[in-house]
């Protein structure tokens, strides 16, 4: 009980510690849980050294801070550039953020439990459309009604799809949709048939095209997906009786030489009118449960693997078919099973239910509100605008009225009617939407767009991350100001560092040498082979080799070149060949003179190592500036608890 209190307050302190201000410069408070974070991102250091390091690197962060500190007063992150590399960036990662984790799971593990199962399925379909093209409710639920009664009664599924369902096919097929499985039928639909007990009926599922009732008629263990090679010799729609005979002679025709050894990719490359898998030798892209004919997935589904099968007739015509692979499902959720699963989530229907969570965020902060407009009278202005008939009640609006706000931003009646000019018409041809469903989509819509625009208020990872590279790029751009660009403009200043401090530009043990980076280890082989013919021609050797090794001549310090392995370097040689671990590619250098002792560098030489230490000093003489103008406190017992 000791131990735990004690972990209790350890635990506590610490994450007070973490939420406390580590330090002050000027007006400005910088918080230890962002100096832990970017502390962990850029030190290794072990648990031994690690109050040290972070002693160390608080100075480094105080300066980066007072740095990116004085690129906001200067309002750097308002430049053209800074703005539109920021909003580059934010374009590129921000989908990543848009989903939900946990939605995204959750389906796909719902999407594997269901995969694991087929079920056979029975619908019944009331259109909410009469047969003028009208939308007459009334109507349909007053048949709906009377197909309640009927099926409460006991009578037959099929007998009562076959007399009242609106599906065309249900006169023939009794309303038997066959087998279904997850991904067959769109998702609103599947989580009526996956909810429904084996043998029983649903309730009564209302679509926007109308009432579904299904009877789940048994169920069986996945069937997979199927593989199969196919002649097609398809028969039109109302063909004569001789057509039809033609056709199954020339089956039987087709079938006999196949079993006498004919070969079945060309026979199905010159006879199939499937156009699909005849041009890929009769076969035929996976098939999954419910894509085909309920008739032929029973004829495939029973065939045996490898053996040739007697022509079948279904009403497109006549198939030979052969059975090439039965694939099962995966019945274990690993992770390539899942993700597999999540990619399908991602393009199906089911995934616009993953937003859920952008509509109820958005919902409780910062909420949307109405206008105190009546519908009947927006409805009219609609009617107006869009078909151009009078505007009734609807004259005193204007495409100004406000219609809804969601924190500080207005929506008004020209967006409202701008979005319904382009989704006012459903995209599978069944009419207009009424306004009251193409006003949730637009509030829906609105509130993705605004949750998108303020991602950075909803989610800590995206904002941290924006904040992260926004910081980068004014701690880059004031560095170029400050440091970079002045160094490299004073050439006299260069000068003049290098004539005074010449004892410190010093060539150590060197050698004229060109290193190559070449993509992997036996480029790098074929490479030394050709050196060590020419070497003098390493110009003429690297030219075909330019776009995929990179040759850097100089002289370099012995610390300098690859491969050594603590050996001096030999004249007329190439070092051993380094490979790199992360990537593969090898790195050598060839050898043309070796100095085996010390010798002053020259301007030209130095000047790398100068301006390097030319910009230190104009780095060290503004962080002076910047201190004085940022004071820095550092809170100590803060730092003490992290440093623990």
């Not at 991904?183 to 649903?202: H, M, Q, R």
């Not at 050894?261 to 199905?268: H, I, T």
């Not at 041009?279 to 693997?305: C, K, R, S, W």
């Amino acid at each position: 009980m000791k131990m735990r209190w004690l972990t209790a307050m350890a635990l506590g302190f610490s994450l007070t510690a973490q939420s406390q201000t580590l330090f002050t410069y000027g007006t400005h408070k910088a918080d230890a849980k962002d100096f832990l974070r970017a502390f962990s991102k850029n030190n290794q250091a072990g648990p031994a050294d690690k109050a040290n390091a972070m002693r160390q690197y608080l100075d480094l962060y105080v300066n980066s801070r007072l740095k990116i500190q004085e690129a906001y007063d200067r309002r750097y992150d308002t430049l053209p550039e800074i703005k539109a590399e920021i909003s580059n960036l934010r374009d590129q990662i921000i989908d990543n953020y848009l989903s939900d984790p946990k939605a995204l799971d959750r389906l796909s593990r719902e999407a594997f439990a269901r995969s694991q199962k087929d079920i056979h399925v029975a619908h019944i379909f009331i259109s909410l459309t009469n047969s003028s093209g009208q939308t007459d409710t009334t109507a349909a639920r007053k048949k709906l009604e009377e197909v309640e009664k009927r099926l409460a009664r006991g009578e037959d599924f099929g007998t009562v799809a076959a007399k009242y369902s609106d599906d065309p096919s249900a006169a023939e097929n009794r309303g038997d949709l066959n087998y279904i499985t997850a991904f067959t039928l769109p998702y609103a639909l599947e989580n009526v048939i996956y909810s429904t007990p084996a043998g029983k009926t649903s309730k009564p599922f209302t679509s926007r095209a109308g009432y579904h009732i299904f009877k789940n008629l048994g169920e069986r263990k996945a069937l997979g997906r199927i593989k199969i090679q196919q002649i097609l010799l398809a028969v039109p729609p109302g063909a004569d009786a001789a057509a039809v005979q033609a056709s199954s002679r020339l089956a039987d025709s087709l079938y006999k030489q196949l079993a006498t050894g004919a070969d079945f990719a060309k026979l199905a490359t010159t006879y199939s009118n499937d156009l699909v898998s005849s041009i890929a030798n009769g076969n035929v892209p996976e098939i999954a449960v419910g894509q085909y004919d309920p008739a032929f997935e029973q004829y495939i589904a029973g065939l045996t693997p490898g053996i040739l099968n007697k022509p079948f007739q279904s009403k497109h015509g006549f198939h030979i078919v052969k059975l090439l692979e039965i694939k099962p499902v995966s019945t274990t959720a690993d992770e390539a099973t899942l993700e597999a699963l999540q990619q399908k989530v991602m393009t199906d229907d089911r995934w616009k239910t993953a937003r859920d969570f952008i509509y109820a965020r958005v919902g409780q902060k910062p909420g949307l509100r109405k206008a105190t407009i009546s519908e009947t009278a927006l409805w009219a202005i609609s009617d107006s605008l869009l078909d151009y008939k009078p505007a009734g009640l609807g004259r005193s609006l204007t495409p100004a009225t406000v219609v809804f706000t969601i924190g500080k931003q207005s929506w008004r009646i020209a967006d409202w009617i701008q979005y319904a000019q382009m989704n006012r018409y459903r995209t599978d041809r069944g009419g207009i939407k009424p306004y009251s469903e193409l006003m949730d989509e637009f509030r829906q819509q609105a509130m993705y767009q605004y949750y998108r625009d303020h991602l950075e208020e909803y989610n800590e990872d995206f904002r941290l991350q924006m904040s992260e590279f926004t910081d980068g790029n004014l701690f880059f751009e004031i560095m170029q100001q400050e440091v970079w660009n002045k160094a490299q403009a004073d050439s006299m200043a260069l000068l003049s560092l290098y004539q005074k401090n010449k004892e410190n530009y010093y060539w150590k043990e060197s050698a004229d040498a060109i290193l190559f980076f070449c993509p992997d280890e036996t480029t790098a082989g074929n490479l030394m082979k050709e050196l060590e013919k020419d070497p003098a021609g390493w110009r003429r050797i690297m030219e075909p080799l330019r776009d995929r090794v990179v040759a850097d001549s100089s002289r370099f310090e012995w610390s300098q070149l690859p491969g050594l392995n603590g050996n001096a370097p030999k004249a007329g040689t190439h070092t051993a060949t380094v490979i790199n671990p992360t990537d593969n590619t090898a790195s050598f250098a060839y050898i043309f003179k070796v100095y085996t002792t010390a010798s002053p560098r020259s301007f030209e030489e130095a000047k790398g190592l100068v301006m390097n230490d030319y910009q230190n000093i104009l780095e060290a003489e503004w962080i002076k500036r910047l201190r004085a103008k940022y004071p820095v406190k550092v809170n100590q017992q803060t730092l003490n608890s992290l440093t623990k």
